[in-house]
DNA sequence: AATGAATGAGGGTTCATTCAT
DNA sequence: AATGAATGAACCCTCATTCAT
């Protein structure tokens, strides 16, 4: 019986990341607005009404797709802090900065989910819940920003002259901007070479930071 | 009668602008999806059937606010440039910086409007056009910005070695960064100084840039 | 532009109680639950969405229905007071008694409605408003009755020791009854008398009002 | 083996009955269209697909309800009867009336349900049986007290001019009415004593049909 | 040119009912 | 016998758009 329970609790469990993966997709193509419960349904492989069973209504399974892109992106954060060895905090930004890099380019197609979530913190009635959750996630990964030049700059390397808290923000902003012009461009022939720009703006930003001789 | 036809379109004109700017309001605080043409033509103190004399239609005005806002950004950039005197390439930056750190401050409550912006630029059946526009619009800007840093580069100020066109276009989009950060942290306690993140990230780009001793 | 205005008015009027009437004849056949809001429009000769110009919804539509029929209620008992000729307190009884019978009968088709507006006197949404509303339909009803009979006293036809303000309703509410009794038997072999029980009835109160010798 | 099967068939009376007696109290608190399969399920304590074990459909239970109800009012009223002691007409009318006021008194919650019952004879599908239902309750109780009235003529005690069959309908439906005005009254300030007004009509309706003098 | 009454396609949601377990 | 997950028909309502005035 606790076998059972546990299976169907399972199972429920996935059928509900059925559903919010079928939502992802959608969203992503055609915009949280022309999607209709009934293309998620189908795109989940299943009947209309059973979407109710898991979700209270459109949007919140649009606040649920929210939460799970939140919930994948700290953990894509936190593996990348775990995975920065003793290196040179140059080193270390640079490690950083790659791994977020590696995490955007796998999610081409999702990114227009962003643009419609950055777009709901304005209109969605979770508005407040989608902008603190906005605001943590930056905080997270700013944090650890900050600790690794606060190392270097204990560590004699970089300038204890740069305000970190407030260019920190800047900083984690980029890889936004890099995804979205990514997505700007592409399609067209003029492409953006998202890795090239990273690595040169992440060249930048060390030279900025370095103490200067 | 010249005058009467002149009088006409520059009434015309007028009306359209009118109906933008409801438009601009109300997509901007409650997003397009929420916003009827209904709402828009009360906004605007007209009938509701009048939109359609002016717009082909929903999307049509969307658009149409779209280009002007588009419009507006690129003379905001074209107006500083012009502004720029002949001072150093970090002044110029710095210059630069702040002025549009000033047409930023000036709309905070339009900045949803560019969260929709984006948004529809995935989803909108005007989706090509945008993502041009916005393309355009940030290269416009772009190469500003890569004129003054050229600029340096000759003038000895600057680092040959920066990579420009790779790393401007990250530059550039931090803007819109710290805008949409600026908007994550409104209405909460923990208040985002725009202005300090501003300027110390134009700080420690200009430390990036300048030739090493 | 005045005549105008007034014909405009005067056709909403006319559509609104379209619409009204539409939705009393399909409340009363098919009952306010499995009338569909596409059925009232049908029936009115309208579309889908223009009921919704009228009403705000499936709920007020059969509130204004309700309210209509309160109206022509109130109306009918008043016409039956300003008839009531200078007779003794037994024929005004009989007369006024008549006059109700004669609205009964004339509505057979709309009965059902009053069954709905009953029930939805426990459930509706309108709930206390329909109660009043009802409380106050009889209650004007009964002042009549009472006066009535309180003229028969002071005439010393009818006896002083009755207990006016408690017997009234319940008379009042014979009438009702009676209807009711003759819903229930409508479609069947034998017949309910309605006219007959309505005199006999009358008869019977007459009797017990006048004052014994 | 019998017993067991004695059992089942006493186990699932009994489950019928829960579900009958959870329907009536949510069907009088919500209304019958308000109140969910779900609902009826969850009030009895027992799974959502359990119901249709026993029931067919909701209008089955819905229907099944009104028969609980009829039966119930069956056997009140022949209980009264059989209480009635050889006294006078008047006294025999006054316990029966007396009887039906008291199981009127206990059962205010459910008074909804009646009127749930008489609107569903307009539009239930199985309306033709509610009506026959409703039709033969009022004639058995009716009968009753056909047979006082006769009895009481034939004792010379009432008079023998009162077309009894006409009016006793209308003295009857009156216990309906106090029934509904109350509910009209209930939870107002000014309250309808539903005592007061059983006792003075049956006062009057005694008065007029006793021999004259 | 300006209007707003009328429209109906479209979509979110509910819920009675089924059926595999 | 008991269950509750799954279903899709049905329905209320919104709103972009049209068109007669």
């Known amino acids: 019986m606790g076998r059972k329970n546990k299976n169907m609790a399972f199972n429920q ?4 990341d059925q559903i919010i993966f079928a939502a992802m997709i959608l969203f992503a ?7 209709s419960m009934a293309d998620i349904a189908k795109e989940a492989g299943i009947g209309k009404g059973t979407t109710y069973e898991y979700f209270k209504g459109k949007d919140q399974l649009f606040f649920a797709t929210f939460q ?11 593996l990348s802090f775990t995975e920065l060895a003793p290196k040179s905090g140059a080193e270390k ?4 900065s790659q791994s977020i890099l590696n995490s955007l380019k796998g999610s081409e197609e999702f990114y227009p989910l962003v643009l419609e979530f950055w777009a709901a913190t304005a209109s969605s009635r979770y508005r407040d819940k989608m902008k ?3 605001k943590d996630l930056y905080k997270r990964i700013g944090d650890v920003f900050v600790a690794i030049i606060n190392e270097g700059i204990e560590n004699n390397e970089f300038d204890p002259e740069i305000d970190i808290d407030s260019v920190v923000p800047a900083i984690v902003g ?14 067209s022939n003029d492409e953006f070479n998202m ?3 990273m690595l040169s703006f992440t060249d930048l930003i060390i ?7």
């Open 132 to 134: 603190k959750a906005f």
């Open 68 to 78: 799970w892109f939140v919930d994948h992106c700290e953990k894509a954060a936190t």
């Open 174 to 187: 980029v890889w936004d901007t890099i995804g979205l012009q990514a997505w700007f461009h592409d399609g």
């Open 195 to 197: 890795e090239k720009t």
């Open 13 to 16: 469990e996935k059928k509900k």
């Open 29 to 35: 193509k055609k915009g949280f607005a022309k999607t």
């Open 207 to 213: 030279r900025g930071l370095l103490k200067k001789q």
């Open 93 to 96: 930004i640079r490690v950083f």
